[in-house]
């Protein structure tokens, strides 16, 4: 359009000029000049010489002012009226001074005078190839959708050059691709450059191609033009989301907390805008998987919503489907793998399939008395469990062939009378960190077998027994226990029936089988029977029984029954009467005799103690208390009588004494008679003093085998013991001339001594019912029952 314009106004000028020049034709003379000079001379450059060409003396010149009067642009030339050459006085710009792709004249209108002449000269102003193409813009943009069709094309900015001719734009060049190349189409004298596709584009591959496109003249050297063409790839929802991995796989602890990210799954789209933007969705239909698990659609991150149970589920798998905004709408699909880590938070589970809650005592080691089950849900070493028992028992756990199962058997014999119940706390603990544990406890009993016999706390046991007691009344309660239980512990009690001797006491002895109370069948004498034992039988109500028996060792304790005899003086009529003679001449001191007695009963009750109960002169005789010797207490006078009578009293110390009288006559001679007398007194007296020696050979004999009888008890006990005397018998004699005895023994850690008249002086009387027992210190420790016995004339 602007080319053509350009045309239309020189055609307008050039009629104009042909006009001017018709109307002047017929007034003056006119010639025309041509000249030809390229654009962009320097200044000062010559484009002819006008009067040499129009035949014009050079010397009138100046005088005919030769000059250029009017012209079609601005001054550009300039004519030297010195020499006639028309030169260039302003660099040409023919861009500037011609527009369009024509020729390009420059009319000069030249005036001489004297004679006026006119004279035109053209000028015309030839292109030189001083532009380069050039596009109207720097960079040109399209945007074309990848499901164009090859073959399409799209029109480009044309490049415009000023020069003209061949030296304008000629060509145009596309930088090397793959997908477009350029197309020229001519229209008019302008050449315009379209951009086809040849292959089709993909936008996932190339959103974008920088091609440059350049333009170039017919110049010689050519000049060219360049621009940057950026083409935009349209987008079209033609690709699917991928997922970055097919598979993902994760692992997660069970009990995570709510709202922990378990993953984040990415899938992209090629594609762009809306068709590039993701969904995420659950593509499973499982419900367990929706309740575990959420599933941001915009970021894709699976998050716990529900409570994570290895026990329940090891594994989940969740199909995730990728979805794009496109219209239509495409997606992909992806396989998410979790698996749950095992942690130790279930306790072990003991389960007792059977148990035998009573056992008998005589159960064999390795008697399987339950079945143990253990389980433990969780996995791995978390599930793994070991199993114990609350020590010091008799019972232990056996694995089985199978994992987790246990036999509780026993180890060692069992005895219910030591321990008739047991606890068994069963404790398993599995191998997690830290680790769980569970507990159960079992109760046993231990059933009863008859594998005690009765037992008697005491054995042998000591029985004092004061003599003279009720016929038929108890005098000793036995007692046996039996550890084992039931009808097992019922005893029964039996006396062991001996030989019938006259020291069998059991013949005389009854006892309640129930009870073990022991009754007298008779009254025992102390003078007839001091010491005897008996047996008694125990006996269970197992089956079988089991018995057992206990020895009593029966000592009889003496009472005041027995009255003081008399053994000197004894008279012919056995009264206790005896005249004794005495010289007159006797000093103080003299012995005039010694009254013997004796008293069955021992102890205190055998103590004999003298007294004078009359006496006709107190000065003259004394009498011991204690031997019964009767002496002088002062020489006789003349005054004093020749008979004195002595009334001796003899009694015992029983709580009741008992007592005896003598009576001694004394004589006082004078030494002739009492030397005659004496003979025949001795004669007498001897003859008594036989009677006398009679009768101490019977108690000695009698005391003599009641030793020896107490030394074959002392035997018999002795090997029946296993340390220690239950009772002990040791006999002494002491002729003081009081025939008098006494038994010593010991029960618990007292020792006591029944004396007769003489006893030791460190005694003491020992509090009781039985005032006839003193307490001896004992500087050796014995056990109860110990018995010493002495005797002594």
């Not at 040499?52 to 009226?81: C, T, Y």
Request: with cysteine.
């Amino acid at each position: 359009m602007e080319a053509g314009g350009q045309r239309r106004r020189w055609e307008y000028c050039w009629i104009a000029l042909c006009i001017s020049f018709l109307l002047d034709f017929g007034q003056q003379v006119s010639a025309q000049i041509r000249y030809s000079i390229p654009e962009e001379g320097k200044e000062g450059t010559t484009v002819g010489n006008i009067a040499k060409d129009l035949g014009l003396e050079v010397s009138s010149l100046v005088d005919r002012q030769f000059r250029i009067v009017s012209g079609s642009k601005d001054e550009l030339f300039q004519i030297n009226q010195e020499n006639g050459i028309l030169y260039v006085i302003k660099k040409i710009d023919r861009e500037s001074l011609c527009v369009g792709s024509g020729v390009c004249m420059v009319n000069l209108k030249t005036v001489i005078e004297n004679p006026l002449e006119i004279h035109y000269v053209e000028v015309e102003i030839s292109d030189v190839n001083d532009h380069s193409p050039r596009f109207p813009d720097k960079e040109q943009r399209l945007r074309i959708s990848e499901n164009t069709l090859p073959g399409a094309d799209y029109k480009l900015q044309a490049a415009r050059d000023p020069d003209s001719g061949t030296n304008s734009v000629r060509s145009y060049k596309l930088s090397p691709n793959d997908h477009f190349e350029i197309r020229v189409r001519e229209s008019d004298e302008d050449k315009m450059p379209f951009l086809v596709l040849k292959k089709a584009v993909d936008r996932e591959i190339t959103t974008t191609y920088k091609l440059i496109l350049t333009a170039v003249d017919g110049g010689n050297p050519p000049k060219s033009g360049s621009v940057n063409i950026t083409i935009i790839i349209l987008d079209t929802n033609d690709n699917r989301p991928v997922f970055s991995r097919e598979t993902y796989s994760v692992t997660l602890e069970e009990n995570s907390a709510f709202g922990t990210v378990v993953i984040r799954v990415n899938a992209t789209d090629v594609d762009e805008g809306q068709n590039s933007e993701v969904e995420y969705s659950f593509a499973t239909l499982n419900s367990k998987v929706h309740d575990v698990f959420e599933l941001d659609q915009v970021t894709g991150e699976i998050r716990v919503k529900g409570e994570v149970d290895f026990e329940d589920t090891e594994v989940y798998k969740l199909d995730i489907q990728a979805s794009d905004k496109g219209h239509p709408s495409m997606s992909a699909n992806s396989r998410v793998v979790i698996k749950i880590i095992d942690v130790n938070d279930n306790r072990p589970e003991i389960e007792i399939t059977s148990l035998s809650k009573n056992i008998p005592e005589d159960s064999k080691p390795g008697t399987v008395i339950s079945l143990i089950s253990v389980t433990d849900k969780d996995a791995g070493i978390n599930g793994k469990v070991i199993c114990q028992l609350n020590k010091n028992i008799p019972f232990e756990l056996k694995p089985s062939f199978k994992d987790n199962m246990y036999s509780l058997v026993t180890t060692d014999r069992l005895d219910r009378e030591s321990e008739s119940h047991y606890e068994i706390t069963i404790t398993a603990s599995d191998l997690g960190q830290p680790s769980l544990t569970a507990s159960t406890t079992l109760s046993v009993q231990i059933s009863d077998v008859n594998d005690n016999a009765p037992v008697f706390l005491i054995n042998p046991l000591d029985l004092y027994l004061v003599e003279n007691n009720a016929a038929g009344s108890s005098i000793i309660s036995v007692s046996a226990s039996d550890r084992d239980s039931a009808e097992n512990a019922v005893i029964s009690y039996h006396i062991i029936r001996g030989d019938g001797t006259q020291n069998d006491l059991s013949t005389f002895l009854n006892i309640n089988s129930e009870t073990g109370v022991v009754y007298s069948l008779k009254s025992f004498d102390f003078e007839t029977l001091k010491t005897s034992q008996f047996h008694v039988l125990a006996t269970d109500s197992g089956s079988p029984s089991l018995s057992s028996n206990v020895t009593v060792n029966v000592f009889i304790l003496d009472q005041n029954d027995n009255v003081p005899v008399i053994v000197y003086p004894v008279s012919a009529n056995v009264s206790a009467e005896g005249v004794e003679e005495i010289p007159r001449n006797v000093n103080a001191g003299h012995l005039v005799t010694k009254v013997r007695a004796y008293d069955a009963d021992i102890g205190y009750n055998g103590w004999l103690l003298f007294s004078l109960q009359e006496v006709s002169e107190h000065s003259l005789f004394s009498l011991d208390r204690y031997t019964g010797q009767i002496r002088t207490l002062r020489s006789f006078t003349e005054t004093d009588e020749a008979h004195h009578k002595l009334l001796i009293l003899v009694k015992d110390n029983g709580n009741v004494s008992l007592s005896a009288t003598a009576t001694v006559i004394v004589k006082v001679v004078e030494p002739k008679e009492a030397f005659a007398a004496s003979d025949v007194k001795n004669a007498v007296k001897d003859e008594e003093e036989n009677d006398v020696t009679f009768y101490l050979i019977i108690t000695l004999g009698s005391v003599s085998v009641l030793f020896v009888i107490s030394i074959i008890v002392l035997i018999v006990m002795q090997c029946s013991k296993s340390t220690d005397y239950s009772s002990k018998y040791l006999q002494d004699t002491n002729y003081d001339g009081t025939l008098c005895h006494s038994i010593q023994y010991r029960s618990g850690d007292k020792r006591y001594m029944l004396v007769g008249p003489r006893m030791s002086i460190g005694s003491t009387i020992a509090p009781g019912s039985n005032r006839n027992t003193l307490v001896i210190p004992d500087r050796r420790r014995r056990d109860s029952g110990e018995v010493r016995t002495t005797s002594s004339l």
